[in-house]
C-alpha cells in the first residue's frame, strides 16, 4: 500500500506564530497531492491540490498557502496563525485512474 | 458550499443490525462516488466507490447504492459490529476534486 506520512500529530500554536506541515508520501512518483481541513463535527473543506512540483491550486481564499519542493512532499504553511487556523488538517493523495484519495493520519492544530 | 449532504447527522444501530447511511448530491455531472470511514482523531479511509453507470457494487460486508434520478447514494453495512462505529462520508467527483458531505456518526449498541 502507498504510506503517508504526516507530522506533527497534534501542535498547539499561539496566534500570530508561524506554521509548516509536512506531508510525505511513499509509492508511485508524480501523484496528485491534497490538503483539508476539517473543524469539528464537520466534512473536509479542499485547501490546496497540487499535480507537480511547484505546481499548487488554491481552492479557498484564506491565511494558508502550500508548497510542492519535491515529488513526494507537500508543505502547508502560515506566516501567521489566527484563531481560526485551528482544525485537522490532512494530506490526501490520489491513485490511480479512479481519482481515489487516500489519508494521512492528520495533524490536530490548535491555535490559541 | 457543500455539493454533497447528508439526511441525518447521527446513527444507531445495535450491534448484529444492518446500518444504512444515506446521502443525498446536487451536482448532475459527478459521475463517481465514494464512501469513507473516519474513526475518531483518523484520517478518513476509503471503504467502496461506485461510478454513475453503476446502480450497486457490492464489497466485504458493504454495499452501495446509487440512485441518480433522485440523486441519492446510500451505504449498507450488514451486520453492523462494534468496530463500525464511526463517521461515514460520503463524497462526489464532478472532476478531479472530491466535495465531501458534513458525515454521518454511526453509534454502535452493545
Known amino acids: 500500500s502507498q504510506t503517508i506520512h504526516q507530522w506533527p500529530a497534534t501542535l498547539v500554536q499561539p496566534v500570530g506564530s508561524p506554521l509548516s506541515l509536512e506531508c510525505t508520501v511513499e509509492?508511485?512518483?508524480?501523484?496528485?497531492l491534497y490538503w483539508y481541513r476539517q473543524a469539528a463535527g464537520r466534512g473536509l473543506q479542499l485547501l490546496f491540490y497540487?499535480?507537480?512540483?511547484?505546481?499548487i491550486s488554491s481552492e479557498v481564499p484564506q491565511n494558508l498557502s502550500a508548497s510542492r519542493p519535491q515529488d513526494r512532499q507537500f508543505i502547508l504553511s502560515s506566516k501567521k496563525l489566527l484563531l481560526s487556523d485551528s482544525g485537522f488538517y490532512l494530506c490526501?493523495?490520489?491513485?490511480?485512474?479512479?481519482?481515489?484519495?487516500?489519508f494521512g493520519a492528520g495533524t490536530r492544530l490548535s491555535v490559541l | 458550499g457543500e455539493s454533497v449532504g447528508l439526511h441525518l447527522p447521527t446513527l444507531s444501530v445495535q450491534e448484529g443490525d444492518n446500518s444504512i447511511i444515506n446521502c443525498a448530491y446536487s451536482?448532475?455531472?459527478?459521475?463517481?462516488f465514494i464512501w469513507y470511514k473516519q474513526e475518531s482523531g483518523k484520517g478518513p479511509q476509503f471503504i467502496i466507490d461506485?461510478?454513475?453507470?453503476?446502480d450497486k457494487r457490492q464489497g466485504q460486508r458493504v454495499t452501495v447504492l446509487l440512485n441518480k434520478t433522485v440523486k441519492h447514494l446510500s451505504l449498507q453495512i450488514a451486520a453492523t459490529q462494534p468496530g463500525d462505529s464511526a463517521v461515514y462520508f460520503c463524497a462526489e467527483n464532478p472532476d478531479y476534486k472530491l466535495s465531501f458531505g458534513a458525515g454521518t456518526t454511526v453509534t454502535v449498541r452493545a
Open positions: 461506485i461510478r454513475s453507470n453503476m
Open positions: 490526501a493523495r490520489e491513485e490511480g485512474a479512479k481519482n481515489i484519495q487516500y
Open positions: 451536482n448532475s455531472a459527478s459521475d463517481y
Open positions: 497540487s499535480v507537480g512540483i511547484g505546481q
Open positions: 509509492g508511485t512518483s508524480n501523484p496528485n
